[in-house]
T-cell receptor, first 117, second 112 residues
Framework: DAGVIQSPRHEVTEMGQEVTLRCKPI?????LFWYRQTMMRGLELLIY????????DSGMPEDRFSAKMPNASFSTLKIQPSEPRDSAVYFC???????????????FGPGTRLTVL | EDQVTQSPEALRLQEGESSSLNCSYT??????LFWYRQDPGKGPEFLFT???AGEEKEKERLKATLTKKESFLHITAPKPEDSATYLC?????????????FGSGTQLTVLP
């Protein structure tokens, strides 16, 4: 298996522009997670999906952030408009999904490093 | 609110010098405790999951243990390739059950 795939790996944009990050989870995984990692706040969960349905978006910082999962093999995280404080590494992770067992493990992608100037 | 505290923040070891990393946690009900390794510029790589106090898991030079309040990652005779940031995370039974709460990590450097 190729693992979780994210694109682009690096994104540099100017303040006010729209940014779209993409993720392909591991085939057969029912859960997909979006995280953000910064030096100040570490790894924080933004939103997660179960079977393509958003379950918890309480970590989404504000209305400028939105996430979709149109099918089991693709998800996007969009920031519009972007701001310099959005600069971070954004990770996508997927999980097979049975709680309390080894199948609950989340597997992370390589991340997208976003820089907003 | 779930909390995870890792110590030390940074650790430098000589090759072959064994040590332990600590992860203290506060959670309403522990569903699982996870250890990940993260190399610079890469995503966290899964190492272990522990589900109940007293449980232990091993992988090569690493051994993870769990009590009701903390977890230890023991590194035996480390090598330079073990240098990385080690992250601990907890998953609780309450609230958004799938959420992982991460600690800030321990940056390990193993010198040759």
């Amino acid at each position: 298996d190729a693992g979780v795939i994210q694109s682009p790996r690096h994104e540099v944009t100017e303040m006010g522009q729209e940014v779209t990050l993409r993720c392909k989870p591991i085939s057969g995984h029912d859960y997909l997670f979006w995280y953000r990692q910064t030096m100040m706040r570490g790894l924080e969960l933004l939103i997660y999906f179960n079977n393509n349905v958003p379950i918890d978006d309480s970590g989404m910082p504000e209305d400028r952030f939105s996430a979709k999962m149109p099918n089991a093999s693709f998800s996007t995280l969009k920031i519009q408009p972007s701001e310099p404080r959005d600069s971070a590494v954004y990770f996508c992770a997927s999980s097979p999904g049975l709680a309390g067992t080894s199948t609950d493990t989340q597997y992370f992608g390589p991340g997208t490093r976003l820089t907003v100037l | 609110e779930d909390q995870v505290t890792q110590s030390p923040e940074a650790l430098r070891l000589q090759e072959g010098e064994s040590s332990s990393l600590n992860c203290s946690y506060t959670v309403s009900g522990l569903r699982g405790l996870f250890w990940y390794r993260q190399d610079p510029g890469k995503g966290p790589e899964f190492l272990f999951t522990l589900y109940s106090a007293g449980e232990e898991k091993e992988k090569e030079r690493l051994k993870a243990t769990l009590t009701k309040k903390e977890s230890f990652l023991h590194i035996t005779a480390p090598k330079p390739e073990d240098s990385a940031t080690y992250l601990c995370a907890v998953q609780a039974w309450s609230g958004s059950a799938r959420q992982l709460t991460f600690g800030s990590g321990t940056q390990l450097t193993v010198l040759p």
